[in-house]
Protein backbone atom coordinates (compact mmCIF):
# COMPACT_ATOMS: atom_id res chain seq x y z
CA UNK A 1 0.00 0.00 0.00
CA UNK A 2 1.22 3.42 -0.81
CA UNK A 3 1.81 6.04 2.18
CA UNK A 4 0.19 9.07 1.89
CA UNK A 5 2.21 11.94 2.52
CA UNK A 6 0.16 15.41 2.26
CA UNK A 7 3.26 16.90 2.06
CA UNK A 8 4.21 14.53 -1.64
CA UNK A 9 0.23 15.48 -2.60
CA UNK A 10 0.79 19.03 -2.05
CA UNK A 11 4.53 19.01 -4.03
CA UNK A 12 2.37 16.61 -6.97
CA UNK A 13 0.06 18.78 -7.22
CA UNK A 14 2.36 22.10 -7.48
CA UNK A 15 4.00 20.14 -10.26
CA UNK A 16 0.89 19.64 -12.13
CA UNK A 17 -0.49 23.27 -11.64
CA UNK A 18 3.48 24.42 -12.74
CA UNK A 19 2.96 22.37 -15.94
CA UNK A 20 -0.88 23.44 -16.87
CA UNK A 21 0.83 27.09 -16.22
CA UNK A 22 3.60 26.72 -18.74
CA UNK A 23 1.19 25.26 -21.11
CA UNK A 24 -1.95 27.09 -20.74
CA UNK A 25 0.21 31.13 -20.43
CA UNK A 26 0.80 31.13 -24.41
CA UNK A 27 -2.56 30.19 -25.12
CA UNK A 28 -3.58 33.13 -22.51
CA UNK A 29 -0.99 35.44 -24.67
CA UNK A 30 -2.90 34.77 -27.76
CA UNK A 31 -6.03 35.27 -26.36
CA UNK A 32 -5.01 38.27 -25.08
CA UNK A 33 -3.41 39.45 -27.88
CA UNK A 34 -6.81 38.41 -30.00
CA UNK A 35 -8.63 41.36 -27.86
CA UNK A 36 -6.37 44.29 -28.55
CA UNK A 37 -5.75 46.60 -31.47
CA UNK A 38 -2.18 45.69 -33.44
CA UNK A 39 -0.66 48.56 -31.84
CA UNK A 40 -1.62 47.57 -28.51
CA UNK A 41 0.22 44.35 -29.11
CA UNK A 42 3.51 45.54 -30.52
CA UNK A 43 4.16 47.83 -27.26
CA UNK A 44 6.21 47.01 -24.57
CA UNK A 45 5.22 45.67 -22.45
CA UNK A 46 2.60 43.43 -24.16
CA UNK A 47 -0.73 43.94 -21.88
CA UNK A 48 -1.62 40.83 -19.98
CA UNK A 49 -5.32 41.87 -19.34
CA UNK A 50 -8.13 41.35 -22.17
CA UNK A 51 -8.82 44.08 -24.28
CA UNK A 52 -12.29 45.74 -25.68
CA UNK A 53 -11.48 44.58 -29.48
CA UNK A 54 -12.64 41.42 -29.32
CA UNK A 55 -15.61 41.26 -30.78
CA UNK A 56 -14.24 43.51 -33.98
CA UNK A 57 -11.16 41.05 -34.28
CA UNK A 58 -13.09 38.08 -34.18
CA UNK A 59 -15.39 39.47 -36.59
CA UNK A 60 -12.79 40.48 -38.79
CA UNK A 61 -10.87 36.99 -38.57
CA UNK A 62 -13.62 35.05 -39.78
CA UNK A 63 -15.48 36.84 -42.36
CA UNK A 64 -12.13 38.27 -43.79
CA UNK A 65 -11.08 41.71 -45.10
CA UNK A 66 -9.39 40.69 -47.88
CA UNK A 67 -6.13 42.75 -46.94
CA UNK A 68 -4.32 40.15 -44.89
CA UNK A 69 -2.78 37.77 -47.66
CA UNK A 70 -6.28 35.91 -48.23
CA UNK A 71 -9.29 37.02 -49.66
CA UNK A 72 -11.00 33.83 -48.17
CA UNK A 73 -12.41 34.20 -44.96
CA UNK A 74 -11.41 31.97 -42.36
CA UNK A 75 -15.19 30.20 -42.13
CA UNK A 76 -14.17 28.74 -45.48
CA UNK A 77 -10.97 27.43 -44.72
CA UNK A 78 -11.73 26.10 -41.84
CA UNK A 79 -14.69 23.98 -43.50
CA UNK A 80 -11.71 23.10 -45.91
CA UNK A 81 -9.46 21.60 -43.19
CA UNK A 82 -12.86 19.62 -41.33
CA UNK A 83 -13.62 17.56 -44.39
CA UNK A 84 -10.11 17.43 -45.29
CA UNK A 85 -9.27 16.38 -41.55
CA UNK A 86 -12.41 13.83 -41.67
CA UNK A 87 -11.45 12.50 -44.55
CA UNK A 88 -8.04 11.64 -43.43
CA UNK A 89 -9.63 10.34 -40.16
CA UNK A 90 -12.39 8.20 -41.33
CA UNK A 91 -10.27 6.66 -44.34
CA UNK A 92 -7.32 5.55 -42.10
CA UNK A 93 -9.96 3.55 -39.88
CA UNK A 94 -11.44 1.98 -42.21
CA UNK A 95 -8.50 1.39 -44.22
CA UNK A 96 -6.43 -0.30 -40.82
CA UNK A 97 -9.41 -2.05 -40.29
CA UNK A 98 -9.99 -4.08 -42.83
CA UNK A 99 -6.22 -4.53 -43.47
CA UNK A 100 -5.86 -6.00 -40.24
CA UNK A 101 -8.80 -7.94 -40.46
CA UNK A 102 -7.03 -9.84 -43.63
CA UNK A 103 -4.12 -10.19 -41.94
CA UNK A 104 -5.15 -11.68 -38.67
CA UNK A 105 -8.11 -13.70 -40.16
CA UNK A 106 -7.08 -14.96 -43.69
CA UNK A 107 -4.69 -17.44 -45.19
CA UNK A 108 -3.05 -16.14 -48.08
CA UNK A 109 0.87 -16.37 -50.00
CA UNK A 110 3.56 -14.19 -48.07
CA UNK A 111 1.17 -12.74 -45.57
CA UNK A 112 3.50 -12.04 -42.85
CA UNK A 113 5.78 -10.23 -45.77
CA UNK A 114 2.76 -8.04 -46.80
CA UNK A 115 2.43 -7.07 -43.09
CA UNK A 116 5.72 -6.29 -42.34
CA UNK A 117 5.98 -4.15 -46.11
CA UNK A 118 2.82 -2.44 -44.23
CA UNK A 119 4.57 -2.05 -40.76
CA UNK A 120 8.41 -1.03 -42.45
CA UNK A 121 6.46 2.24 -43.70
CA UNK A 122 6.55 4.11 -40.29
CA UNK A 123 10.09 4.61 -41.13
CA UNK A 124 8.87 6.93 -44.41
CA UNK A 125 7.09 9.34 -43.31
CA UNK A 126 5.48 12.36 -45.87
CA UNK A 127 8.29 14.07 -45.91
CA UNK A 128 10.85 11.59 -47.33
CA UNK A 129 8.14 10.63 -50.15
CA UNK A 130 6.52 13.94 -50.73
CA UNK A 131 8.38 14.43 -54.23
CA UNK A 132 7.06 11.44 -55.85
CA UNK A 133 4.02 11.64 -54.27
CA UNK A 134 3.40 15.59 -55.38
CA UNK A 135 4.61 13.92 -58.93
CA UNK A 136 1.37 11.61 -59.03
CA UNK A 137 -0.78 13.25 -57.73
CA UNK A 138 -0.28 16.34 -59.90
CA UNK A 139 -0.05 13.65 -62.52
CA UNK A 140 -3.95 12.53 -61.78
CA UNK A 141 -5.25 15.94 -61.92
CA UNK A 142 -5.61 15.99 -58.17
CA UNK A 143 -4.01 19.62 -57.32
CA UNK A 144 -6.27 22.07 -55.30
CA UNK A 145 -8.95 19.02 -54.90
CA UNK A 146 -10.08 17.48 -51.58
CA UNK A 147 -8.88 14.14 -52.97
CA UNK A 148 -5.13 15.27 -53.70
CA UNK A 149 -5.08 16.77 -50.24
CA UNK A 150 -6.70 13.82 -48.55
CA UNK A 151 -6.40 10.31 -50.25
CA UNK A 152 -2.33 10.18 -50.19
CA UNK A 153 -2.71 10.72 -46.26
CA UNK A 154 -4.78 7.81 -45.59
CA UNK A 155 -2.94 4.83 -45.44
CA UNK A 156 -1.87 4.44 -41.39
CA UNK A 157 0.73 1.57 -40.51
CA UNK A 158 0.33 2.69 -36.93
CA UNK A 159 -3.69 2.16 -36.96
CA UNK A 160 -3.22 -1.38 -38.99
CA UNK A 161 -0.81 -2.18 -36.23
CA UNK A 162 -2.81 -1.50 -33.32
CA UNK A 163 -5.75 -2.98 -34.64
CA UNK A 164 -3.74 -6.47 -35.38
CA UNK A 165 -2.66 -6.09 -31.77
CA UNK A 166 -6.11 -6.25 -30.76
CA UNK A 167 -7.62 -8.87 -33.26
CA UNK A 168 -5.00 -11.25 -32.31
CA UNK A 169 -7.08 -11.12 -28.17
CA UNK A 170 -10.19 -11.92 -29.55
CA UNK A 171 -11.15 -15.74 -28.33
CA UNK A 172 -10.91 -18.19 -30.66
CA UNK A 173 -14.52 -19.55 -29.81
CA UNK A 174 -15.93 -16.25 -30.90
CA UNK A 175 -14.82 -17.09 -34.44
CA UNK A 176 -16.16 -20.24 -34.10
CA UNK A 177 -19.51 -19.59 -32.38
CA UNK A 178 -19.84 -17.17 -35.15
CA UNK A 179 -19.01 -19.72 -37.87
CA UNK A 180 -21.37 -22.14 -36.64
CA UNK A 181 -24.31 -19.53 -36.70
CA UNK A 182 -23.56 -19.19 -40.00
CA UNK A 183 -22.05 -15.79 -39.94
CA UNK A 184 -19.88 -15.27 -43.21
CA UNK A 185 -16.41 -12.88 -43.14
CA UNK A 186 -17.97 -9.63 -43.27
CA UNK A 187 -20.80 -10.66 -41.23
CA UNK A 188 -18.28 -11.32 -38.48
CA UNK A 189 -16.27 -8.53 -38.90
CA UNK A 190 -19.18 -5.81 -39.46
CA UNK A 191 -21.05 -7.42 -36.42
CA UNK A 192 -18.51 -8.58 -33.77
CA UNK A 193 -15.04 -6.98 -34.55
CA UNK A 194 -16.09 -3.50 -35.73
CA UNK A 195 -18.41 -3.26 -32.34
CA UNK A 196 -15.54 -4.17 -29.85
CA UNK A 197 -12.94 -1.93 -31.43
CA UNK A 198 -14.93 0.99 -30.61
CA UNK A 199 -12.90 1.97 -28.31
CA UNK A 200 -9.79 1.56 -30.55
CA UNK A 201 -11.73 3.30 -32.83
CA UNK A 202 -12.47 6.47 -30.87
CA UNK A 203 -9.11 6.57 -29.81
CA UNK A 204 -7.76 6.69 -33.51
CA UNK A 205 -10.47 9.12 -34.27
CA UNK A 206 -9.23 12.06 -32.33
CA UNK A 207 -5.32 11.38 -32.92
CA UNK A 208 -6.17 10.91 -36.25
CA UNK A 209 -8.70 13.97 -36.56
CA UNK A 210 -5.62 16.31 -34.76
CA UNK A 211 -3.14 15.16 -37.66
CA UNK A 212 -5.48 15.71 -40.66
CA UNK A 213 -6.13 19.54 -39.18
CA UNK A 214 -2.88 20.30 -38.48
CA UNK A 215 -1.22 19.00 -41.87
CA UNK A 216 0.93 22.19 -43.32
CA UNK A 217 3.25 20.78 -45.55
CA UNK A 218 1.43 18.56 -47.37
CA UNK A 219 -1.37 21.27 -48.17
CA UNK A 220 1.32 24.07 -48.64
CA UNK A 221 2.43 22.05 -52.13
CA UNK A 222 -0.72 20.77 -53.08
CA UNK A 223 -3.33 24.19 -52.89
CA UNK A 224 -1.92 27.37 -55.22
CA UNK A 225 -5.89 28.56 -55.15
CA UNK A 226 -7.22 30.08 -52.24
CA UNK A 227 -10.59 28.46 -51.80
CA UNK A 228 -8.17 25.75 -50.93
CA UNK A 229 -6.27 26.86 -48.18
CA UNK A 230 -7.02 24.72 -45.23
CA UNK A 231 -6.56 27.66 -41.69
CA UNK A 232 -3.06 26.76 -40.88
CA UNK A 233 -2.03 27.61 -45.10
CA UNK A 234 -3.86 29.96 -44.37
CA UNK A 235 -2.71 31.40 -40.79
CA UNK A 236 0.97 31.77 -42.38
CA UNK A 237 -0.66 33.41 -45.99
CA UNK A 238 -1.89 36.16 -43.14
CA UNK A 239 2.08 36.69 -42.22
CA UNK A 240 3.03 39.47 -44.91
CA UNK A 241 6.42 39.23 -45.87
CA UNK A 242 9.18 42.37 -46.88
CA UNK A 243 8.36 45.61 -44.70
CA UNK A 244 4.48 45.03 -44.40
CA UNK A 245 3.36 45.43 -41.15
CA UNK A 246 1.25 42.26 -39.31
CA UNK A 247 -2.21 42.68 -37.84
CA UNK A 248 -1.15 40.36 -35.02
CA UNK A 249 -4.61 41.05 -33.41
CA UNK A 250 -6.39 39.64 -36.32
CA UNK A 251 -3.37 36.68 -36.97
CA UNK A 252 -4.17 35.57 -33.05
CA UNK A 253 -7.79 35.70 -33.15
CA UNK A 254 -7.90 33.31 -36.08
CA UNK A 255 -5.10 31.19 -34.25
CA UNK A 256 -7.59 30.72 -31.42
CA UNK A 257 -10.41 29.73 -33.61
CA UNK A 258 -8.65 27.39 -35.84
CA UNK A 259 -7.83 25.55 -32.23
CA UNK A 260 -11.41 25.15 -31.40
CA UNK A 261 -12.54 22.20 -33.68
CA UNK A 262 -10.02 19.68 -32.25
CA UNK A 263 -10.45 20.73 -28.86
CA UNK A 264 -13.94 20.75 -29.22
CA UNK A 265 -13.05 16.90 -30.45
CA UNK A 266 -10.90 15.74 -27.41
CA UNK A 267 -13.08 17.26 -24.88
CA UNK A 268 -16.31 15.36 -26.33
CA UNK A 269 -14.40 11.87 -26.90
CA UNK A 270 -12.17 12.02 -23.74
CA UNK A 271 -13.92 9.19 -22.34
CA UNK A 272 -13.58 6.49 -25.39
CA UNK A 273 -10.19 7.94 -25.63
CA UNK A 274 -8.58 7.72 -22.37
CA UNK A 275 -10.67 4.49 -22.37
CA UNK A 276 -8.96 3.24 -25.80
CA UNK A 277 -5.54 3.68 -25.01
CA UNK A 278 -5.80 1.93 -20.86
CA UNK A 279 -8.06 -0.79 -21.70
CA UNK A 280 -6.63 -3.63 -20.31
CA UNK A 281 -7.56 -5.72 -23.36
CA UNK A 282 -5.15 -3.74 -25.29
Not at 69 to 88: D, E, L, R, Y
Not at 176 to 190: L, P, S, Y
Request: proline residues 5%; glycine residues 6%; charged residues 10%.
Amino acid sequence: MVDRNPWLNIFSHAVLIIGVAIVAFPLYLAFVASTHTADAIVQSPMPLLPGMHMWENYKEALLGSGKLGSNTNVVHMMWVSFVVAMIITVGKIAISLLSAFAIVYFRFPFKMFCFWAIFLTLMLPVEVRILPTYKVVADLGLLNSYAGLSLPLIASATATFLFRQFFLTVPDELVEAARIDGAGAMRFFKDILVPLSKTSIAALFVIQFIYGWNQYLWPLLMTTSEDMYPVVIGIKRMLAGGEAAVDWNIVMATAIVAMLPPTAVVMLMQKWFVKGLVDTEK
